[in-house]
C-alpha cells in the first residue's frame, strides 16, 4: 500500500522560509516522479514543482523559480520542498504526489499525500 505523508506546513511571516517533507512507503521513489502541487481557497491546484526519482532532475512553476527548491534524499525515500522568500500569495494547502513523470507533470498522479497548510501572513 502506497502512503505520502507531508509534514512541515506552518504559519510564516512575508520574506519567510519553510522545508516541506513528503516520506514514502510502500514505493520506491527511485523508480517515480514526484510532484509538489498546491491548493489555495477558491482556486484550482496548481503543480509547483517535479523531481524525477531517476536522475533528480527537476521542474518549477515560474511563480515559485528561485524561491522554491526540490530535493530527495534517497536513502530516507523522501522529498523535500524547501521555500524561501515566501510570499501571501503562496498561501495553500501543499500536495506531494507521485506517478511516471509525465502523469504526474500532467496533473492526474495516482498516489497523494493528506497535504499540509502554509500559510503566509503576518
Known amino acids: 500500500q502506497v502512503q505520502l505523508v507531508e509534514s512541515g506546513g506552518g504559519l510564516v511571516q512575508p520574506g519567510g522560509s519553510l522545508r516541506l517533507s513528503c516520506a514514502a512507503s510502500?514505493?520506491?521513489?527511485?523508480?517515480?516522479?514526484i510532484g509538489w502541487f498546491r491548493q489555495a481557497p477558491g482556486k484550482e491546484r496548481e503543480g509547483v514543482s517535479y523531481i524525477k526519482g531517476s536522475d533528480g532532475s527537476t521542474v518549477y512553476a515560474d511563480s515559485v523559480k528561485g524561491r522554491f527548491t526540490i530535493s530527495r534524499d534517497r536513502a530516507k525515500n523522501t522529498v523535500y520542498l524547501q521555500m524561501n522568500s515566501l510570499r501571501p500569495e503562496d498561501t495553500a494547502v501543499y500536495y506531494c504526489?507521485?506517478?511516471?513523470?509525465?502523469?504526474?507533470?500532467?496533473?492526474?498522479?495516482?498516489?497523494w499525500g493528506q497535504g499540509t497548510q502554509v500559510t503566509v501572513s503576518s
Open positions: 504526489a507521485v506517478d511516471a513523470f509525465y502523469t504526474v507533470l500532467g496533473g492526474v498522479p495516482r498516489y
Open positions: 510502500g514505493i520506491i521513489l527511485d523508480y517515480y516522479a
